[in-house]
């Protein structure tokens, strides 16, 4: 298990909110995550700053967009290796 924070927007670069939080739990609760810009982290207000961050329970290594949604099956398996889901 482990939390995304999403936004309201797709591609947005100057986007800096990301009000949802999403437990990720299995793939479908990835999915739904990832439909939108993302982040790995919570931030005070929603608001994605070096000053507002409070904190995070991943680190995600790879770019935050997957171009092909059949490969979120093989993420989310190596992450739950890793977090031994």
């Known amino acids: 298990m482990f939390t995304l924070y999403s936004a309201d927007v797709i591609g947005n670069p100057g986007n800096c909110s990301y009000p949802h939080k999403q437990v990720i739990l299995d ?20 608001y994605r700053s070096g000053n507002n961050f409070i904190g995070s329970d991943c680190l995600l290594t790879a770019t935050t967009t997957i171009p092909k949604i059949q490969r979120i ?5 190596m ?6 889901m």
Not at 27 to 43: M, P
């Open 27 to 46: 793939e479908d609760s990835l999915k739904s995550a990832i439909s939108h810009d993302y982040v790995c982290a919570e931030y005070k207000n929603s």
């Open 73 to 77: 099956g093989l993420h989310l398996r």
């Open 79 to 84: 992450l739950c290796r890793h977090f031994q």
